[in-house]
């Protein structure tokens, strides 16, 4: 019998990587998708398949669904965004952050949920972010591109429950990756600072947003389908604490690394 698949877009690192490498583990045939040509050294090690294109390429989404007998499972994880006040955001960098946060999954559903349906139905998880409510100064159009992954979802959800098509998101809260290393710093103790204001202690690794991705794409999650699922240590649950802590430490930018 052939093996399931699933498409991860953005796993040349980060969270992307984490979501193809725990697929893979549990037997998945992984599609890695990326820019970064990188994501072939990951596809090689995986024994998957890497598709190199930036994900905003129709064409690439359709020429990839047409060489698939099946497809169980979409994770659409690229995402970009700009550190910079709402004010100093060009146009460019907002038509960026849109189209790839919020178009590109629109892109590679159009393109793969047909093969899903195909053969008898899939799972589609969008990665957000929890700035979709809890949004900070100086972070541009991203909270507002995640808010509309999440709205996207539900539109998607409802639309394709009719044919076994569940579509979740998954809202990250802090988690060290190679993307975040501008907003988030780059030394243990930076990351340790951090931390320390989240309720269970310690910023997210890629693997633990993995692990809830495999969840809502597994048979245990059948009876799920347009919810978004948070996870983020507790970040969230103290009236948004981190924020207010690194407001009133640093006087400035909240995502700028805490002072001692
Ligand atoms: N890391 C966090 O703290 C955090 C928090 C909340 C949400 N998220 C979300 O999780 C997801 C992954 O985040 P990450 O920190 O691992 O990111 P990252 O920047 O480390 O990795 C993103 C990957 O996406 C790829 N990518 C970006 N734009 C692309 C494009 N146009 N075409 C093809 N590939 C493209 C990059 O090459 C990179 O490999 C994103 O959707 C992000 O918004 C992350």
């Known amino acids: 019998m052939t093996p399931p698949v699933v498409v991860v877009t953005g796993a040349a690192q980060g969270i992307g990587a984490a979501v193809a490498r725990r697929f893979a583990a549990e037997g998945h045939a992984v599609v890695c998708v990326d820019r970064n040509a990188a994501v072939a050294a990951l596809a090689d090690e995986l024994g998957g398949r890497a598709v190199v294109c930036d994900v905003r390429d129709e064409?690439?989404?359709?020429?990839?669904?047409?060489?698939?007998?099946?497809?169980?499972?979409?994770?659409?994880?690229?995402?970009?965004?700009?550190?910079?006040?709402?004010?100093?955001?060009?146009?460019?960098?907002?038509?960026?952050?849109?189209?790839?946060?919020v178009v590109a999954p629109l892109v590679w559903m159009r393109a793969l949920v047909p093969v899903m349906v195909r053969t008898g139905g899939g799972s589609v998880v969008n990665l957000s972010s929890v700035t979709s409510a809890y949004t900070a100064t100086g972070t541009g159009l991203y909270p507002m591109s995640k808010a509309a992954v999440e709205s996207l979802t539900r539109?998607?959800?409802?639309?394709?429950?009719?044919?076994?098509?569940?579509?979740?998101?998954?809202?990250?809260?802090?988690?060290?990756?190679?993307?975040?290393?501008?907003?988030?710093?780059?030394d243990d103790e930076q990351r340790r600072a951090r931390g320390q204001v989240i309720p269970l202690g310690r910023m997210g690794e890629p693997r633990d947003i993995a692990e809830v991705v495999a969840f809502l794409c597994s048979p245990a999650a059948g009876y799920m389908t347009g919810q978004v699922l948070w996870v983020d240590g507790g970040f969230t649950i103290g009236g948004n604490e981190y924020f207010r802590i690194a407001r009133s430490r640093s006087g400035g930018h909240p995502t700028s690394p805490l002072p001692d």
């Open 59 to 101: 064409q690439a989404a359709r020429s990839l669904a047409s060489s698939l007998d099946r497809c169980d499972a979409l994770v659409n994880n690229a995402a970009v965004w700009h550190l910079s006040p709402l004010l100093d955001t060009s146009v460019d960098e907002a038509v960026e952050v849109l189209t790839v946060n």
């Open 155 to 186: 539109a998607a959800a409802l639309e394709l429950a009719r044919d076994a098509v569940r579509v979740n998101c998954v809202a990250p809260g802090m988690v060290v990756t190679e993307g975040t290393q501008a907003a988030y710093g780059t």
